[in-house]
């Protein structure tokens, strides 16, 4: 019996015709456009399947220059979840940052900080920064019915920078102070924003990341032409998606064009792609 039932190819018998250039590797470009208003480094954007992006999938592929979509097979409170992790994860400041209540208990804190995987937050009342709290302060807290108060670093102990302070600058104060996350205050000394080493760390490993004017990694989010598509697109508009993507194997046909039209009315500032379209027809 033969051991080899078809003939197969390998990477050594193939080889991609070469023409003459006049340029070399470094300086070609593989620059795309997305849309009108989003460019990608790479032509690269994964599909809005539940077995392919996450926010896991989005950030990586953000970074490398291109742009995930978050599936919509899930509830509409998870795939807003989802595109704020994206949102969240490397943004130079991250402007409205997640915080908490000092009146919270450390075990709300400690829920908050495992669903969003986050390692910490500001400690705001009624507008007011009053602290900042970390794993650290919870890890080994005695009684988990205790409020964030009691563990937090108060205000008046806390390292913060005014807006519009150098990267740099922020850097050299946390190594000084040994410190990996710097709260953000404006001229009122009211939170409004935070950076973080990890951030300013991943931006300089990641010059090619597809971000918005923010300095937030890019993702976009898949709808449905559904009854609840408003409100996915609402709650997806609110965490910052970058792009919507109206999901359907055929973007031709009338449900995904009214779609188009109502998403677009609602949601005038969010770039809009229409399914796929095969024909020039449908372009």
């Known amino acids: 019996m033969d051991k080899v039932k078809l003939k197969a190819l390998t990477f050594d018998d193939v080889l991609l015709l070469p023409r003459f250039s006049d340029f ?95 390692s910490g937050m500001p400690v705001v009342d009624d507008g007011q920064l009053k602290g900042i709290v970390t794993s650290r302060d919870f890890r080994y807290a005695d009684n988990m019915e205790d409020p964030v108060s009691s563990i937090m670093t108060p205000f008046d102990k806390l390292v913060t920078v005014k807006e519009g302070t150098s990267q740099d600058s922020v850097k050299k104060m946390m190594y000084e102070n040994r410190i990996e996350k710097i709260l953000v205050i404006d001229d009122k000394n009211a939170l409004s924003g935070l950076v973080t080493m990890k951030d300013i760390e991943k931006s300089a490993e990641h010059p090619d990341a597809t971000k918005d004017s923010s300095g937030r990694l890019m993702v976009g989010a898949a709808l449905g032409t559904g009854s609840d598509t408003l409100d996915r697109a609402k709650a997806l508009h609110e965490v910052g998606v970058d792009v919507f993507v109206i999901d ?18 609602h949601f005038p500032d969010v770039e809009i792609i229409g399914g796929n379209v095969a024909t020039p027809e449908g372009a």
């Open 24 to 118: 070399i590797p470094s300086e070609a470009s593989t620059e795309t456009k997305l849309t009108k208003k989003i460019s990608l480094k790479i032509p690269l954007i994964s599909a809005a399947m539940d077995t392919v992006t996450e926010s896991r999938m989005a950030i990586s592929l953000a970074e490398a220059g291109g742009i995930g979509i978050i599936h919509k097979n899930n509830e509409i409170s998870e795939q807003a979840n989802q595109v704020r992790a994206v949102k969240k994860y490397e943004s130079g400041v991250v402007r409205d940052p997640i915080t908490i209540e000092s009146s919270k208990s450390i075990s709300e804190l400690q829920q908050l900080t495992t669903e969003l995987k986050i």
């Open 248 to 265: 359907s194997a055929h973007g031709h046909s009338k449900n995904v064009l009214d779609t188009i039209k109502l998403v677009r009315e």
